[in-house]
């Protein structure tokens, strides 16, 4: 890639020179072009895959409270262990139990 985009240390004032704002327009239209005529190049050459993040799988457990003699429970789903494991050492949890084949029909 050659710089052959209007730079240089001239200054605008001076007599057959482009002044900045020209300058300015013709770089960005030099930058985008030649980088699209290198992406092209190198698209013969090797392919470039747009690699694909997993969906991370969700942590489903159903969770028993107790207050005051009355129990409550809720199903609730977590991304990371830690989220689980903080939600658990909560204050009345009784028991909690984890849940492995949970479907989300939308």
């Known amino acids: 890639m050659k710089n052959i985009y209007n730079k240089g240390t001239f200054k605008s004032f001076e007599y057959g020179k482009i ?9 960005k239209k030099w930058r985008r072009t030649e980088k699209s005529a290198i992406e092209d190049q190198l698209s013969e050459i090797t392919k470039f895959l747009k690699q694909r993040k997993k969906r991370r799988k969700l942590i489903w457990v159903k969770i028993t409270r107790e207050i005051n003699g009355t129990t409550d429970s ?8 830690k989220a689980f494991k903080s939600s658990i050492n909560r204050a009345h949890v009784a028991r909690y139990f984890l849940i492995n084949n949970k479907t989300n029909k939308k």
């Open 19 to 27: 002044g900045p704002y020209l300058k300015k327009h013709g770089n």
């Open 74 to 81: 809720d199903y609730r789903s977590f991304y990371s262990e």
